[in-house]
Nanobody, 120 residues
Framework: QVQLVESGGRLVQAGGSLRLSCTAS????????MGWFRQAPGKEREFVAA????????DYADSVKGRFTISRENAKNTVYLQMNSLVPEDTAVYYC?????????????WGQGTQVTVSS
């Protein structure tokens, strides 16, 4: 069992930056691939970024490539999402996910989400 708690979401102006954090409970955090998804009002939840258990492999949605960076600190049971050059279209609830590998994130564990709002 893994419990995930996201933090860091807030209102920010377009062009600004935010860093989201997701802290996991349990002693097996380093065995899980981690990812970030987001869901805007009226839209389906979409993939944003993912990182393998060891941090050696990352993947990004085309819409965030070059602007967002995912990283992890296994010693702190934490995964981060650094978001730069934010645009209003990035407004959404951001969810952290944990899975046994990158392909199974959606069927793994989820956090409760943190709201990111980008004003124009």
């Amino acid at each position: 069992q893994v419990q995930l708690v996201e933090s860091g979401g807030r209102l920010v102006q377009a062009g600004g930056s935010l860093r989201l954090s997701c802290t996991a409970s349990g002693r097996t955090f380093s065995r899980y691939a981690m990812g970030w998804f987001r869901q805007a009002p009226g839209k389906e939840r979409e993939f944003v970024a993912a990182i393998s258990w060891g941090g050696g492999t990352t993947d990004y949605a085309d819409s965030v490539k070059g602007r967002f960076t995912i990283s992890r600190e296994n010693a702190k049971n934490t995964v981060y999402l650094q978001m730069n050059s934010l645009v209003p279209e990035d407004t959404a609830v951001y969810y952290c996910a944990a899975g046994t590998n990158l392909a199974t994130l959606r069927s793994g564990y989820w956090g409760q989400g943190t709201q990111v709002t980008v004003s124009s």
